[in-house]
C-alpha cells in the first residue's frame, strides 16, 4: 500500500480547461505546470488529470488513439516527463487516467482488428461470429467492415470494447478470461502501465474499472483480473497507487485497488448530500444524510481494514457542485470533504465556487456535462486569464457573469471558500486523526432535521465533526467534553452538561478531552 496516500489531498484537472498558454484555446501540459506553486500553496500534494493522450476527442480523450502518446495539442511525451518532474519538486504525485475498458475507433489495433484476416488483434476487442448477431444489454459497431462480426460497445459508439473475455462464457465467440486474445490484452494494458510509471507517474485513476470482463455480474472475473493487475504493481511499482471509478468498494477494493471512488451513480447515495433537489448540504431541513452513512458503513465493512474510499466534490462528469449547494453550505460541504476517510479529490474551479454554465452546446462528448467543463477562472483579465485565444475559440465558452467568481479574488478575501480550504488541508496535514486511515464512527446520522456528528480517531487522537447545514439549530448528546475548537464556521456549538447545541448553518472540528 503506498503510504503517501495516508495524508494525500487530490486535485483533478481536466486539461483542456486548466491554462492554455499558446493561446489556440485549450489547456495545456505547460499551463499545468504554471499552476503547479498554486496547486501546491493551497496545499494539494496529489494531482489526478484526465486523459490525455493522442484521441479523436469524441469523450473527450477517453476515447484513447495511442495510449502511450500524449495528445498533441496538451504537448509531448517530454512536456508530460517534465510535468511529473515539476510537480515532485513540489511534492506533488501525479495520477494519470488509464481507460481499460475501450478504445477510440481510431486506435490502430482497432483497425487491424476491423479485418476480415486473422491477426494478432482479431481477439484484442469482443466480436460476435457474425454481423447479425448482438449481445444483449450492450450496444455494438456492426457494418462497418469486412469483418463479419458485430463488435461490442463499452460506452459511445466511438468506444468499442477491450477483449478481456467473459465471466462464463455462453457462445462460441465469447472468450474465457484464460484465453490467449483476453490475455494478450491485459498484458498490453499492463505493458501501458508500466510506459507510464517509468516515466514517472505515480498511479492511474482507471476508468471503468468494473466494466473489463463481461457477462460477470457479481464482478467476480472482474475482481480476479484486478488482482493481477495489483499483483504486477506490487511486484515492479509498489509505491503506485491504483484508485477506481467502480463505486463499489466492496468490488473493487477486492479486486486490489487502493481507493474507490463515490459516484453521483451506484448505490452509494452520493448525490443526497450534493446534487439533489434537497441535498443535505441546504438550509430547508429536509437533506437527510441517513441512507448515505448507512451505507458508507457497509462499504467501508464490506472495504476492510485496508481499503480507502474517496469522495470527491464533484468531477468532470457531474454538474458543478455550486448547482446544486449554494454559499454558505459550500463551506460545510468542504468542511465533511476535507475531514472524511480516504483521500479527498477537489474538481479543478471547486475550490472557488465555480458555477455550472447552462444551456451549452454539447463540446467532445460532453452533453449535459460539458457546463461543469469550462476553463477555470484565474483573473478578471481576457477570457479569466484562462486563454490569450480569441473569446470564440475557447474550448467551452466560460460563466458569462461579470461576477464570476475568480482565483484571484479568492486568494485575495481572508474569508472565501479558497481560503478556508486552504486552511481545512493544513488543518488535515496537521492532524493524523483527519486523514485516510483515521477511523470513523456516527454519533448522528443527518436525518430530516438532524446534524451529521462524527469523531474521527488516529492513535490517541479523537477529533469530533460537526456539520448543522440546517437553518434551525439543532442538539444531541454527548458524554464527553468538548474541547478548544481546533476550526469553526458560523457560531460554534455549546454544551451544556450532556448535551450539545448547534447553531443553524454552522460547523467545526472539536477535540474530545
Ligand atoms: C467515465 C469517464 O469519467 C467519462 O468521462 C467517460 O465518458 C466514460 N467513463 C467513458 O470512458
Known amino acids: ?21 499558446n493561446a489556440d484555446g485549450i489547456g495545456d501540459f505547460q499551463g499545468i505546470i504554471q499552476k503547479l506553486d498554486y496547486i ?20 473527450a480523450g477517453y476515447d484513447v488513439a495511442d495510449y502511450c502518446t500524449a495528445a498533441p495539442r496538451y504537448g509531448t511525451n517530454e512536456d508530460l516527463k517534465r510535468l511529473f518532474a515539476q510537480a515532485h519538486s513540489r511534492g506533488i504525485r501525479v495520477l494519470l487516467d488509464l481507460v481499460p475498458g475501450h478504445t477510440s475507433v481510431e ?35 456492426r457494418g462497418i467492415s469486412p469483418r463479419d462480426g458485430s463488435c461490442l460497445l463499452n460506452f459511445f459508439s466511438c468506444q468499442p470494447a477491450l477483449n478481456y473475455g467473459f465471466y462464463q462464457p455462453e457462445k462460441p465467440w465469447q472468450q474465457s478470461t484464460e484465453d490467449e486474445g483476453p490475455r494478450a490484452t491485459l498484458e498490453a ?54 484508485i477506481s471509478e467502480w463505486g463499489e468498494p466492496d468490488k473493487s477494493l477486492r479486486g486490489g485497488f487502493h481507493m474507490d471512488f463515490l459516484l453521483h451513480f451506484g448505490p452509494s447515495h452520493y ?75 477537489v474538481y479543478y474551479g471547486d475550490e472557488i465556487g465555480m458555477r455550472h454554465v447552462e444551456g451549452l452546446t454539447s463540446v467532445e462528448g460532453g452533453y449535459a456535462r460539458t457546463g461543469a467543463r469550462s476553463p477555470m477562472q484565474w483573473d478578471n483579465g481576457v477570457n479569466a486569464g484562462f486563454s490569450a485565444a480569441p473569446k470564440e475559440k475557447l474550448y467551452i465558452p466560460q460563466d458569462p457573469d461579470p461576477a464570476r467568481p475568480t482565483v484571484k479574488a479568492g486568494l485575495a478575501d481572508a474569508g472565501s471558500l479558497l481560503n478556508q480550504i486552504k486552511a481545512l488541508i493544513a488543518l488535515r496535514q ?73 447553531p443553524g448553518v454552522s460547523g467545526g472540528i472539536y477535540p474530545l478531552v
Open 1 to 21: 500500500m503506498p503510504k503517501w496516500l495516508d495524508n494525500a489531498v487530490f486535485y483533478e484537472i481536466y486539461p483542456q480547461s486548466f491554462l492554455d498558454t
Open 40 to 59: 501546491r500553496d493551497l496545499g494539494f500534494n496529489a494531482l489526478w488529470i484526465n486523459p490525455c493522450f493522442l484521441s479523436p476527442f469524441g469523450d
Open 107 to 141: 486506435h490502430p489495433w482497432f483497425r487491424e482488428s476491423m479485418k476480415a484476416e486473422q491477426n494478432p488483434y482479431t481477439h484484442r476487442y469482443v466480436w460476435t461470429d457474425s454481423i447479425w448477431e448482438s449481445l444483449e444489454g450492450y450496444g455494438c459497431l
Open 189 to 242: 494494458m499492463m505493458d501501458v502501465m508500466r510506459f507510464w510509471l517509468t516515466m514517472g507517474c505515480d498511479g492511474f485513476r482507471v476508468d471503468m474499472a468494473g466494466s473489463l470482463v463481461k457477462n460477470d455480474p457479481e464482478g467476480l472475473g472482474t475482481i480476479a483480473l484486478w488482482q493481477k493487475v495489483r499483483a504486477f504493481l506490487d511486484r515492479e511499482f509498489p509505491d503506485a497507487a491504483l
Open 271 to 345: 448525490n443526497d448530500l450534493f446534487r439533489c433537489p434537497d441535498p443535505f448540504f441546504s438550509e430547508g431541513g429536509k437533506g437527510d444524510a441517513s441512507a448515505f452513512v448507512a451505507k458508507y458503513l457497509e462499504s467501508r465493512k464490506a472495504a476492510g481494514p485496508d481499503g480507502l474510499i474517496c469522495i470527491p466534490s464533484g468531477n468532470h462528469d457531474m454538474d458543478r457542485l455550486a448547482r446544486w449547494v449554494k454559499g454558505d453550505q459550500q463551506f460545510l460541504a468542504f468542511l465533511f470533504l476535507m475531514t472524511m476517510p480516504g483521500a479527498p479529490f
Open 430 to 502: 496537521k492532524n493524523p486523526a483527519l486523514q485516510s486511515r483515521g477511523e470513523i464512527r456516527f454519533l448522528v446520522d443527518g436525518a430530516p432535521g438532524q446534524p451529521l456528528v462524527y469523531v474521527r480517531a488516529f492513535g490517541g487522537q479523537r477529533l469530533l465533526v460537526i456539520l448543522n447545514p440546517c437553518r434551525e439549530a439543532a442538539r444531541f448528546s454527548l458524554e464527553e467534553s468538548l474541547g478548544q475548537p481546533l476550526y469553526t464556521f458560523g457560531s460554534p456549538a455549546v454544551q451544556a452538561d450532556a448535551s450539545v447545541s448547534v
